[in-house]
Structure formats: C-alpha cells, structure tokens
C-alpha cells in the first residue's frame, strides 16, 4: 500500500510527465477513487502548486506551463545551454536510446513559458553540430538565440559585422541555419551586401537587428554542410583532382568533408579541392580503400611515390 504522501507526490510526478492526465487515468495509476483523487489535487493547490482543472464528462488535470522552468529555476542562458546539450546527445545517441533524449526536449519545452519556448524551438529547428569538438554556448548568448530566432522565422536581419582585419561592415542577411564547427559558432545564408551564400562567425558580430522583411529557406538546408564544402573549396597553393575508382556512397563515408568536393562525372566520380600541403595530402588520401587515379597536379604524384617509398622501408 502506497503512503497518502506518497500517493500527492505521485500525483504531481504523473503531470509533470505526462502535462495532462484525465481524473480516471490518475485514479487508477494512483489505485484511488475519484474522490480522493480531488483531495490530493486539492493539496497540491493548497501549496502553491499550479494545477488547472478541466470540466466535463471526461475532465482532466493540467500543470500549468512555467512551474518547473525559468524564470524560477533557470535563466534563459541555462535554458540554451540545456538545449544545445540534449542535441548533441540526440546526434550521439544510438538509435535504441534516443526516444530518451526527445522525451526530454519534450518534457523541457513543454513547462517554458511561451517567449523561451519560442527561442528555444529556434535553436532545435536551426542549430546543426560538429561532435569532433567540444561545443559551448557562446558568451553572447542574444546573438546566438536572436539569430536562430531569426533563421526559424525566415526573418531578415541587420548585422554589423567585424571582418579578420578588424573592419567593421554592415549588411542585411537572411540567416539559414547555425552550425558549431572546430570550436567556432557560425551563421550562414545570404548575404545582401556581396549577392550570394556566406558564413558569419558569431563572435564577430558586434551587432544584430531584425529587419521588416521575410525570406524564403532552402529545403533541407545543411549548414554544416556548407560550411565544410566552403572550407574546402578554399583557394589554395595546389588545386588538385582524382578520379575515384569506386561508387558515391563510399566516396561520401571515406572522403571528409573539407578534403574536397566529390562530382559524378562521365568517367567516374572525381574529387577537387586545393591544399598547401601535397605530402599532407598523399597521406590522406593513402587511407582510401579504393584505387584511384591523380589527374593534377603532377607534384602530387611525385608526392605519391615518395610516400611509397617511405612506407617500404618501413616495411623493412
């Protein structure tokens, strides 16, 4: 037999799992009449405890959003950071456990008032993560829900922006997405200033504003994507291009991202990028379980045979 204390605190548990529970259901969990039922709803009532109560044949019972939540235990900062931690867990989880995780965005979102619930949605639906760092929370935590804010609302913006060199510019930009990569938050979609996609670090904006226009996102926009396939397309010392002897879908799992961009081709698929580094780049692409072929340049496949031969004599 359960406690009467026991059985109030149930009751409290039930509906902050479950948000909403008809009178019959918690009785009968509770192993309770409907009588009783009322006397420990009532109870909770008594102590503060905001529990609404809906009428009818089949009434129910509600905890009313904002009891768990900030502002009393939680500040909008923490709320983020809960956030962007359970979606990184929901990418490294396994399928078998990630029911978990969702039920616990769920219950999170579920108890925030209505203007945190809003920032905090912006964040799942925009934010796409690097798990090969360790990510954070930026510091400037308004930018950071401002612009996914935005993103989830295809709401332009106003940025003053601090390029490398320290120049300060401005421009308007239609926020696609966010992504965490190699310890850096980034911003990307169009920029109205250069007429075509680009990436913003976030701890460069000095400013964000909304503007009164909307824009229209890609489909299935990646931001994550992008910004590695940009990386990679970098201009650098040696363009290069292989023709892969293999199929897309092992290119895509052996290639990473910013080693270069992969193309079917009439004569197969075909990998271009540009590196600095030729003896960095032989080492790489070493590591293929397919054969290729160097088309360009020829200092890579100079490269080439002198890793051959390092790794013969290695080989004793």
């Known amino acids: 037999m359960y406690h009467p204390t026991t059985r109030v605190l149930a009751v409290l548990a039930l509906l902050q799992t479950h948000g909403r529970l008809t009178g019959a259901d918690l009785a009968q969990r509770l192993e309770v009449n409907i009588r009783t039922l009322r006397r420990y709803i009532v109870m909770l009532q008594d102590l503060g405890i905001p529990i609404e109560t809906e009428r009818g044949r089949n009434g129910a019972y509600v905890l009313s959003?904002?009891?768990?939540?900030?502002?009393?235990?939680?500040t909008n900062e923490e709320a983020l950071a809960l956030t962007v931690g359970l979606l990184s867990a929901r990418r490294l989880t396994s399928a078998d456990n990630g029911y978990a995780v969702d039920s616990a965005l769920a219950k999170l979102e579920r108890v925030m008032p209505l203007d945190l619930?809003?920032?905090?949605?912006?964040?799942?639906?925009?934010?796409?993560?690097?798990?090969?760092?360790?990510?954070?929370?930026?510091?400037?935590?308004?930018?950071?829900?401002?612009l996914s804010h935005a993103a989830q609302r295809q709401q332009r913006v106003h940025l003053r922006y601090q390029q490398r060199e320290g120049e300060v510019t401005e421009r308007d930009f239609d926020p696609y997405g966010l992504t965490y990569f190699q310890h850096k938050w980034y911003g990307i979609g169009f920029c109205h200033l250069r007429g075509s996609l680009r990436s913003f670090r976030l701890d460069r904006i000095l400013d964000l504003q909304a503007v009164n226009a909307n824009f229209d996102r890609p489909n299935d926009f990646d931001p994550l994507h992008y910004l590695m396939q940009a990386i990679a397309t970098l201009p650098r010392k040696y363009p290069f291009d292989l023709l892969l002897k293999t199929d897309m879908d092992t290119a895509q799992r052996e290639v990473f991202d910013v080693l270069g961009i992969?193309?079917?081709?009439?004569?197969?698929?075909?990998?271009?990028?540009?590196?600095?580094?030729l003896d960095w780049l032989a080492r790489q692409i070493a590591l293929f379980s397919f054969e290729f072929s160097v088309r360009a340049p020829n200092e890579l496949k100079t490269a080439m045979k002198n890793l051959s031969i390092k790794l013969r004599k290695s080989a004793g």
Do not use: W, Y
């Not at 959003?65 to 939680?74: R, V």
């Open 65 to 74: 959003a904002g009891f768990k939540l900030p502002p009393m235990m939680f």
């Open 117 to 146: 619930k809003s920032r905090v949605r912006a964040l799942s639906e925009t934010l796409t993560l690097d798990l090969n760092a360790t990510n954070s929370i930026p510091t400037r935590e308004t930018i950071l829900s401002g």
């Open 262 to 277: 992969l193309e079917v081709t009439q004569n197969g698929i075909t990998l271009r990028g540009s590196v600095d580094d």
